[in-house]
């Protein structure tokens, strides 16, 4: 074997195991240099895995086309593997530990011959902070180490850490043949190890992501309590300089990553706010001794949607895209740039789309159906310090104390655009039962909520009855805790238009909730919590339909009754799990609800 730059028998004594069953030609350690980063690039670009971009407009870029059936997380494929099923819970795919090591090792078995194994070091959060978590990742796939390398903090550093530390978590990655009948991702929380093995996308084999810094942290931060969230972070500095942090969980493809980095509309920037991003996806929150919660970032890159990105609905990621970023399934331009659908400027007149195709505009397939130059989950990974709007707080260790959480889903009716919670017990609640329509694009009735507690259904690594109890633990611990709101950008008319522009002007709400927070404004009090007085957001600059703001803002009864038995029905899952808590706050919110008069 070769000489291993760790002395930490833990780790040379499972990379040497893992080794032997993968049987790679050679093992590479990931260093964090920019020598090792640029040769593996040139590498990347000889064998194909790369497309180098055009260098003068788009400097340090890369494309990367995925398989086909390889394009977005795989949810059925993805398994919980606790000694007992009920810790896993209802809400996750479980498997004994034991027969899924079997089942994986099958796969795993000699998956990289004549490839390379890469070993990457890797810290969650910076490195050295009591809030950060280690990891090592074996792949064999150098787009992995690249997407690691803007995603992570990653290399020599973060090996130092392990000559003090064994605590690691153990991530094995193989491509093997990127077949999807042999493909899974495996979480052993109790064994603080991941296997991922057949995929080549984004969330299934960037193991720092979802599966550590959300399933197995999840997992963790339950037992050392403290909160693994799906969550972006961003700071507001307000008109007389303080800034004041939130989090928001939002389900995938609702918002995140265009909330963190908004830029003021006009009418509010002579007031002179400022935003500034730490996150898009994840936060891991600390109480600290002050007695409020405290977020931090692990990562230190975005992996985001590309399809709708333009300098209208996102300045700041049109601006962070600009260099040092890798595009994956996104359409080629003759120019060796790229595009996508929703994109700045029109479609080109011709292109090479994300399957590696030559495409032109408009042209329809055997159904008939407009073939797409991008995939519409194509995404980009990009380092957030190229974002105009990132934090100066984003090494520091203890990151930053948080005011409020927002939690949001896609609703045409029901939520209103914005409420706030009655307290902690009642904000998890609120949590607990936020729900978004399917949309077109998904299997099942259009328009059917999915319960999607916390945003945090496909990632919680534990029974969510006990992540439910661990939520209102949280608040019993903090003297200070955040005020919980819930957001809704998606409400409709009776046309089906929504009625409220989001994008930049959701910073109107945002500045209702510091108010909230900060005791300068009263609010009205309904069955579903407190809403604004219209008069107490602020619309300068921008002009709503006429009773626009009235419909937004709406609680209507009905809906709300008929609410309840969904929730009822979502808490049923649980069974005698669900903690009495939020069974009150259920049968509280019925109370309330036929009391109130319309
Ligand atoms: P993941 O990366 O999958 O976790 O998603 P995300 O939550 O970061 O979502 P993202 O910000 O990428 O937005 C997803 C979609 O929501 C895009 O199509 C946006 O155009 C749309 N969107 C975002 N904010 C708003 C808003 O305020 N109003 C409306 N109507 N649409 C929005
Ligand atoms: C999500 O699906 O919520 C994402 C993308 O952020 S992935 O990293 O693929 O999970
Ligand atoms: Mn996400």
Redo the contacts with the bound molecule.
Sequence with gaps: MEKMPTTNKKLIDWVNKMARLCGPERIVWIDGSEEQKLALEKESVANGDLIRLNQEKLPGCFLHRTAHDDVARTEHLTFICTKKKKDAGPNNNWMRPQAAYQKAKKIFKSSMSGRTMYVIPFSMGPVGSPFSKIGVELTDSRYVVLNMLIMTRCGNAVLGQLEKNDNFTKCLHSKAKLDINNRLILHFPEDNTIWSVGSGYGGNVLLGKKCLSLRIASFQAKKEKWMAEHMLIMGIEEPNGHVEYIAAA?P????????AMLVPPEGLKKKGYRIWTLG??ISWMRVDSDGSLWAVNPETGFF??AP?TNSK?NPNMVETIRKNTIYTNVLLKPDNTVWWEGADGDAPAQGIDWKGNPWKPNTTDSEGKIIKGAHPNARFTAPIVNCPSASFRLEQHHGVPISAIIFGGRREHVAPLIYQSFNWQHGVFVGATMGSELTAAQVGKLGQVRRDPMAMLPFCGYNMAEYFKHWLNMGKLMAKPPKIFHVN??RTDKAGK?LWP??CE?LRILEWILDRCNNKVNAMETPIGYIPYPFDIDMTGLKLSENAMDSLLKVNKEEWLEETKGINKFFAMFKKDLPKELTDELEALMERLKGYGQ
């Design positions: 939002f995938s493809a609702c918002g995140k990553t265009n909330l898009d996806d985001g949607v709708g609905t950008w998606f929504f989001g994008f959701n």
